[in-house]
């Protein structure tokens, strides 16, 4: 059986961005080992320390970053978190500075809302009623 293990994120700054994505989002840091002029850098939800972790990747490549402006220009997430309650986690996020390009907005079977997570991505947040 296949298993998600890591999954990544771009992102343009990687002390930034774990500063982000802890500070902020709530996430924990799993792994921090060097790897080249980078860091093999990881993230996991404080819910589950063992489950998917999210690698904070550098955006170097030079696809990547036409690619990420190309999503924000067109509106378009990189990925999506769930929460349990997109109103209450918006709120939260708005105390702590974060910016929403979309706020909370109910779909009927789902309520999403949009955010920039300041490394060069829009981020979706979604919570299945």
């Known amino acids: 059986m296949i298993r998600i ?64 402006e190309a999503l924000v220009a067109d509106g378009i997430p990189f990925t999506q978190f769930a929460v349990d309650d997109v109103y209450a986690e918006v709120e939260r996020l708005k105390g702590l500075g974060v910016e929403f390009t979309q706020d909370a907005t109910d779909y009927g079977p789902v309520v999403t809302a949009v955010f920039d997570d300041t490394c060069g991505n829009l981020i979706q947040i979604a919570a299945m009623k």
Do not use: C
């Open 5 to 68: 293990n890591v999954t990544s994120v771009l992102v343009d700054d990687q002390a930034k961005a774990l500063a982000f994505y802890t500070e902020k989002l709530g996430f924990i840091k799993k792994t921090d080992e060097p790897a080249g002029e980078a860091r093999w850098l990881t993230v996991v939800s404080p819910a589950s320390p063992d489950g998917v972790e999210l690698l904070l990747e550098p955006d170097g490549h030079p696809a990547a970053r036409p690619f990420k």
